[in-house]
Every structure is written in C-alpha cells, then in structure tokens.
C-alpha cells in the first residue's frame, strides 16, 4: 500500500505571497492531520479534518486554513506569508479519528525569503 | 499544553539501555511515540491508551502510568539504528479529541 504523500517537497516563496500544499492519504484512511515543524517550536498541531469537515484546530492565526476533498485528499492554504512561516509541513493520515496510528508523510518545506 | 519529555539527549553504545519520559499536566486519553531521523519523516512506534491497551512494534516497550499522566518508552540492547529525535504526542479527550499535541523531542545517539 502507498504512504501518505505530500506535493510539492520544497518551495520558496516570498513574504506575502500564498501558498497551497498537497496531501494524499493512505487508500483508506478518512483523516488527514496538518503539523508545522521548527526548530524553535517542535511539532506543532495545525488542524485535523476528517470527512471533509475540519473537527480540530491548533493555535494558529486564520492565514493557516485548509480542506478536504471527498476522496480524503487535503490540501493547506497559508495566505500573506511571513517569514516565521518557514518550516516543514508535515501531513498525516489516520484510518479513523482518535487514538489511531497517524503515518506521516515525506513534508513540504516550506522557505520564505 | 505540551507535555514534557525528558532527558533531552541521550548518548548510549551500542548494547546499552534507555528510558525516555514523557510527562503531562492534563489528563491523558492516549500516548503516542515516534522516532524521527534527519531529514525523514516522524515514524510510528508505539500508541498507548488509557486502560492498558498497547499497539506498536514488538521490539519496543513502554508502560503508561494513568496516575501520574505519564509515559516512559523502553530501548533496550540499542542499536545503531535508534539513533534519532522521539517524540512522544499526547492525546485528550473531548474538543481535543483527535489532536495530538507533540513533546519537545529527545535526542538520543547510539555510538558502535
């Protein structure tokens, strides 16, 4: 079975600007979880959606949003980038909601100049 | 609030033992472990629910004490290949139901 994957796996973008990352989950899996990874926070929860609605979101301003499609495909939208936004974006997909293995993706890396 | 993972690094030989910590405020309804290498992706290791149930590799142990909301993870006859940041993320119940919420990260080194 294929893992999670994430498109694209590198990006620059200027400050600004927006952004749309991709995420395909695992054949099966109905929820996708959205992580921000730095050196200075760690890993941190963006938000969770599960049947195309998004059931939990982390402390992030509104610039962060995102979705999911009927296949389960998400995507991440961060609107007027700023340079803080720089990171590793990491997906995961989880068979069902709660206290289930989330298998992560590969991450895009996110540079903002 | 994120949970507190403890030692921060770790250096062993190979052979040798490890325990990391993973300590929590609130009350837990799950914990979870993973290893995340350089540049890769975090990997599963082990999840730990409230009640006893455990899933997760066969080489890896860990307990979960509902008392003191804390987790330790296991690494025994360390090899090579356990080199790398684990993380352990945290899970509640209720509106945080789903949300894993992720310790600092414990570096841990393994030396032939």
């Known amino acids: 079975k294929a893992g999670v994957t994430q498109t694209p796996r590198y990006l620059i973008k200027t400050r600004g600007q927006q952004v749309t990352l991709s995420c395909s989950p695992i054949s099966g899996h109905r929820s996708v979880s959205w992580y921000q990874q730095t050196p200075g926070q760690g890993l941190q929860f963006l938000f969770e959606y599960f049947s195309e609605t998004q059931r939990n979101k982390g402390n992030f301003p509104g610039r962060f949003s995102g979705r999911q499609f009927s296949n389960s495909r998400s995507e991440m939208n961060v609107s007027t980038l700023e340079l803080g936004d720089s990171a590793l974006y990491l997906c995961?997909?989880?068979?069902?909601?709660?206290?289930?293995?989330?298998?992560f993706g590969p991450g895009t890396r996110l540079l903002v100049l | 609030q994120q949970p507190v993972q403890s030692p921060q690094a770790v250096i062993l030989r190979e052979g040798e033992d490890a325990v990391i910590n993973c300590s929590s405020s609130k009350a837990l309804y799950s914990v979870h472990w993973y290893r995340q290498k350089h540049g890769e992706a975090p990997v599963f290791l082990m999840i730990l629910l409230k009640g006893g149930e455990q899933k997760g590799h066969e080489k890896i142990s860990a307990s979960f004490n509902e008392k003191k909301q804390q987790s330790s993870l296991y690494l025994t006859a360390s090899q090579l290949s356990y080199s790398g940041t684990y993380f352990c993320g945290t899970e509640r119940r209720g509106t945080s139901y789903g949300k894993l919420t992720f310790g600092q990260g414990t570096i841990l080194t393994v030396h032939p």
């Open positions: 995961a997909s989880s068979l069902d909601r709660g206290s289930e293995t989330q298998y």
